[in-house]
């Protein structure tokens, strides 16, 4: 059942890391969830596996190309097992397991005021999306924590795919 994912694995790491890429910007631009620092940090993860992936599928194919397989495979593995921490770092910020980034710490109700927008006309500093502060949640997670997840299982196929192209030589 796996096996023609796994056959595929960079295309397919390529096309969830773009999917999982156009979500984050759906919240961001049609339900209005602004990210937070954490938020854009687990993006730049995607971003850099998307890019990988690409030169992956460029590099498998050229002469000599075949035998780096599984060793793509394994890098994409690191890349997802990174995003894995980065996504479960931010979870445990919102859920105040631990402290996050000073820059990116809660401070008010979350909400937008009369009196906020006319301190803001006056020239008040904007207080950013706060990182330790769920904005959306579903069956208990956040964001954040189904990030953490889908990212644990992309770092698992992908080392599922590596030992088959192991298993291919």
């Not at 687990?42 to 690409?54: I, S």
């Not at 979870?91 to 809660?106: D, L, M, N, R």
Request: with cysteine; hydrophobic share 55%.
């Amino acid at each position: 059942m796996l096996n023609p994912i796994l056959d595929r694995w960079r295309l397919v790491a390529l096309l969830v890391s773009a999917g999982m890429l156009a979500t984050a910007h759906a919240f961001q631009t049609f339900g209005g969830y602004a990210p937070c620092a954490l938020c854009l940090r687990q993006r730049e993860v995607y971003w850099v596996a998307l890019g990988l992936a690409l030169v992956f599928m460029v590099l498998v194919r050229t002469p000599g190309g075949p035998r780096w397989r599984g060793a793509t495979c394994w890098v994409l593995a690191v890349v997802f097992l990174a995003g894995t921490g980065v996504a479960a770092y931010h979870a445990g910020v919102e859920w105040k397991w631990w402290s996050g980034p000073t820059t990116c710490a809660s401070g008010g109700s979350g909400g937008v005021s009369v009196a906020d927008m006319e301190a803001f006309l006056a020239g008040a500093k904007v207080r950013p999306p706060a990182c330790d502060e769920a904005a959306w949640v579903m069956a208990g997670l956040s964001m954040a924590g189904w990030n953490a997840l889908v990212s644990l299982a992309l770092a698992v196929l992908s080392v599922l795919a590596a030992l088959r192209e192991r298993a291919k030589l």
